[in-house]
């Protein structure tokens, strides 16, 4: 059975500070990982993901993820945060052809 | 881009009414799937659809059925509302190494 860990639930930085999202997997094949972002009042919006290949994945907005498998890690970054980046981001797992499972979520906060 | 419409962004009903959640997709995906979102515990898999007629229960499908009857709309249906399904229910579709396109969700209050 697949599971995500996300482990704050709220992260709050200043603007133009690194952000650094943590987000854990337990999969028992080599899975599919993304991340979504949520602004209030909408749906999902798929920010990255990683399927093969090249571990640090670049996604929309200066975001980026690296795919860990040593430490069954994908956490996401972005050099320097925008106010425009407060959110609730969630991490994903897939692998069956079609299902994911979520983490709980972590809203992120920042500070002018 | 695929589009992802759910019919209600908000929606207000009586215990014990029967409700119908729409979710209609504007492309060719085989995958459709219903999630309900509350706070501190993620989303949740209500039911999914691989195909036409076709469902699959997810982890909480208590209280809950869905019908797809066309390839394109997948409809979620609370037989008898209750409190404890207030909630804000998000239709996805694509699904595996695609990942999931969005709709806007619809926010249930059941009073």
């Known amino acids: 059975a697949q599971s995500v860990t996300q482990l704050g639930s709220h992260v709050s930085v200043s603007e133009g500070a690194l952000v650094l999202l943590r987000c854990n997997y337990s999969?028992?094949?080599?899975?599919?990982l993304f991340w979504y972002v949520q602004y209030p009042n909408q749906g999902l919006q798929l920010l990255l993901k990683?399927?093969?290949?090249?571990?640090l994945v670049k996604g929309i907005n200066g975001f980026e993820a690296e795919f860990k498998k040593s430490e069954t890690s994908f956490h996401l970054t972005k050099p320097s945060a925008h106010m425009s980046d407060a959110a609730e981001y969630f991490c994903?797992?897939?692998?069956?052809?079609?299902?994911?499972?979520f983490g709980d979520g972590t809203t992120l906060t920042v500070k002018p | 881009d695929v589009k992802v419409t759910q019919s209600s962004r908000y929606l207000v009903k009586r215990t014990g009414e029967k409700v119908f959640l729409e979710c209609v997709q504007d492309?060719?995906?085989?995958?459709m799937f219903w999630y309900r979102q509350d706070p501190g515990l993620g989303l949740r898999l209500i039911y999914f659809?691989?195909?036409?007629?076709?469902?699959e229960k997810g982890d909480i499908p208590e209280g809950y059925s869905v019908s797809r009857e066309k390839k394109e709309r997948f409809s979620l249906i609370l037989e008898s509302a209750s409190t404890n399904q207030t909630s804000m229910y998000l239709c996805a579709t694509g699904g595996g190494y695609y990942g999931y396109t969005f709709g806007s969700g619809t926010r249930l209050t059941v009073v």
């Open positions: 994903a797992v897939s692998e069956d052809a079609g299902k994911s499972t």
């Open positions: 492309m060719d995906h085989e995958n």
């Open positions: 990683y399927t093969t290949g090249a571990t």
């Open positions: 999969s028992s094949v080599p899975p599919y």
């Open positions: 659809s691989y195909d036409v007629k076709m469902k």
